[in-house]
């Protein structure tokens, strides 16, 4: 059963993305990057938000957004309907605005929070729009607000960039020393390669395996799914760590490990029983199910399925009581 994954939760920090219609130029001024930013403001006083980060450039925006009480998806429609409903009633046109649904990549704190934020702030340098220094002018970012605090409002929360960059106070002194921090880190590739830059906008999350692993635990058991894969290119990681959350539960009910996996035969009952859980469960194809079970190749997954489930014994001891088991 393929679904959409919209993940919401209480206090989750979000990446969100989202690019004009066709790529088109939409903050073509300053009185559209203006009204966008007043309506982001005003979705995080009406929702409750804590932003983080956020920078509008000239075809799409970049929000760092923290929610509180877990209504990702409300304050998102709002905004945008909001800001489509300004910008059609001021300019006198109709028609789409943004490209399709916004992006969103939910954000594990500790590993990926601070990178995000740089990667947020260099937008309009990695754009060629200005240098590091010429930054501070750079009106419609979180990063002018970081270099005025009388200008802050009381729902954002500029911390997480100064902590990032080793610990930074928010003084003028700590201000500048981040600056500096940004221009090294705008000239040095390496180092935002380390920090994972190339990875910000893609996929459906920002952080370990592990991390990954506990969100979707955490939404399939929501809708209380057990066989749920999620749909969309982007997706297709989520997907794949569903396959071996899977794997690895089958593995434990028949405890077994990589040593038996390596070890014993390619047409072991017990891994026919694995492969037809997830032929059954899930849409890994053979050439994935046979390299994880070292079942040979992989048009004789079926062959093994079908002969362990010939027997009736065989089934119910590897495949009826493994299925009944996940399932609980």
Same mark, same amino acid.
């Given at each position: 059963?393929?679904?959409?994954?919209?993940?919401?939760?209480?206090?989750?920090?979000?990446?969100?993305?989202?690019?004009?219609?066709?790529?088109?130029?939409? #903050? =073509?001024?300053?009185?559209?990057?203006?009204?966008?930013?007043?309506?982001?403001?005003?979705?995080?006083?009406?929702?409750?938000?804590?932003?983080?980060?956020?920078?509008?450039?000239?075809?799409? #925006?970049?929000?760092?957004?923290?929610?509180?009480?877990?209504?990702?998806?409300?304050?998102?429609?709002?905004?945008?309907?909001?800001?489509?409903?300004?910008?059609?009633? #001021?300019?006198?046109?109709?028609?789409?605005? #943004?490209?399709?649904?916004?992006?969103?990549? =939910?954000?594990?704190?500790?590993?990926?929070?601070?990178?995000?934020?740089?990667?947020?702030?260099?937008?309009?340098?990695?754009?060629?729009?200005?240098?590091?220094?010429?930054?501070?002018?750079?009106?419609?970012?979180?990063?002018?607000?970081?270099?005025?605090? /009388?200008?802050?409002?009381?729902?954002?929360?500029?911390?997480?960039?100064?902590?990032?960059?080793?610990?930074?106070?928010?003084?003028?002194?700590?201000?500048?020393?981040?600056?500096?921090?940004?221009?090294?880190?705008?000239?040095?590739?390496?180092?935002?390669?380390?920090?994972?830059?190339?990875?910000?906008?893609?996929?459906?999350?920002?952080?370990?395996?592990?991390?990954?692993?506990?969100?979707?635990?955490?939404?399939?058991?929501?809708?209380?799914?057990?066989? /749920?894969?999620?749909?969309?290119?982007?997706? /297709?990681?989520?997907?794949?760590?569903?396959?071996?959350?899977?794997?690895?539960?089958?593995?434990?009910?028949?405890?077994?490990?990589?040593?038996?996996?390596?070890?014993?035969?390619?047409?072991?009952?017990?891994?026919?029983? =694995?492969?037809?859980?997830?032929?059954?469960?899930?849409?890994?194809?053979?050439?994935?199910?046979?390299?994880?079970?070292?079942?040979?190749?992989?048009?004789?997954?079926?062959?093994?399925?079908?002969?362990?489930?010939? /027997?009736?014994?065989?089934? =119910?001891?590897?495949?009826?009581?493994?299925?009944?088991?996940?399932?609980?």
């Amino acid at each position: 059963m393929a679904r959409t994954l919209r993940i919401e939760r209480r206090g989750g920090v979000y990446h969100l993305i989202n690019r004009g219609n066709y790529r088109q130029d939409l #903050f =073509i001024n300053e009185g559209a990057h203006g009204s966008f930013e007043k309506c982001l403001f005003e979705a995080c006083e009406k929702c409750g938000w804590i932003l983080e980060g956020y920078c509008v450039m000239t075809n799409h #925006f970049h929000l760092v957004v923290r929610t509180p009480k877990g209504n990702l998806i409300y304050g998102m429609k709002w905004l945008q309907s909001t800001f489509a409903n300004r910008y059609h009633q #001021f300019r006198k046109v109709h028609g789409k605005l #943004f490209q399709g649904r916004y992006k969103s990549l =939910i954000v594990e704190e500790d590993t990926y929070l601070g990178a995000l934020l740089h990667y947020v702030h260099l937008n309009p340098v990695r754009a060629g729009m200005c240098t590091v220094p010429e930054l501070k002018k750079y009106r419609w970012s979180s990063y002018w607000y970081l270099r005025n605090p /009388s200008q802050r409002h009381p729902f954002m929360d500029l911390s997480g960039a100064l902590d990032a960059a080793g610990g930074l106070v928010d003084t003028l002194a700590g201000r500048n020393k981040y600056q500096e921090y940004l221009l090294w880190l705008s000239s040095n590739e390496a180092a935002r390669k380390e920090l994972g830059f190339e990875k910000m906008c893609r996929g459906w999350a920002l952080g370990t395996k592990d991390f990954k692993k506990a969100v979707l635990k955490e939404e399939l058991e929501k809708d209380e799914v057990v066989d /749920s894969e999620f749909e969309g290119r982007s997706l /297709s990681e989520a997907n794949e760590l569903i396959w071996e959350d899977l794997l690895e539960r089958a593995l434990e009910f028949f405890d077994k490990t990589a040593t038996d996996i390596d070890s014993d035969k390619k047409c072991a009952p017990w891994k026919a029983g =694995i492969a037809s859980l997830l032929k059954k469960r899930t849409s890994a194809p053979n050439t994935w199910i046979t390299a994880r079970l070292n079942m040979g190749a992989s048009q004789a997954v079926s062959r093994y399925v079908s002969h362990t489930l010939a /027997s009736r014994k065989l089934k =119910i001891k590897y495949h009826d009581e493994l299925c009944a088991s996940i399932t609980e």
